[in-house]
Nanobody
Framework: LMSSCRVWGGLVQAGDSLRLSCAASGLTFSSYSMGWFRQAPGKERQFVAV????????FYGDSAKGRFTISRDNAKNTVYLQMNSLKPEDTAVYYC?????????????????WGKGTQVTVSS
């Protein structure tokens, strides 16, 4: 079970930064890889980023590379997504997710747990 994700920074314009956070509950947090997906209206869900159980390995979707950074704090059962240089095309509902298999995130496979979506809107 995942909590709703929070957005720090409020409404943003192109070029701004935001940090998303998602706190997990109902699972042993350190046993899971944690990641982020997003879905824009009329589009398929897109992989954004994933981090393994201890933060030693990360992978990013093409749209996130060089701009976004995923991190986690196991003591707080929380995963973060730092988003820099935001673009209007980053506008989407962002979801955190958990799975015991890291590769499932970028291979498009199902997740063990999904968090509730958080709307991110970037104006031009």
């Amino acid at each position: 079970l995942m909590s709703s994700c929070r957005v720090w920074g409020g409404l943003v314009q192109a070029g701004d930064s935001l940090r998303l956070s998602c706190a997990a509950s109902g699972l042993t947090f350190s046993s899971y890889s944690m990641g982020w997906f997003r879905q824009a209206p009329g589009k398929e869900r897109q992989f954004v980023a994933v981090i393994n159980w201890n933060g030693g390995s990360t992978f990013y979707g093409d749209s996130a590379k060089g701009r976004f950074t995923i991190s986690r704090d196991n003591a707080k059962n929380t995963v973060y997504l730092q988003m820099n240089s935001l673009k209007p095309e980053d506008t989407a509902v962002y979801y955190c997710a958990a799975d015991t298999y890291l590769n499932n995130f970028y291979l498009g496979r199902g997740m063990d747990y999904w968090g509730k979506g958080t709307q991110v809107t970037v104006s031009s």
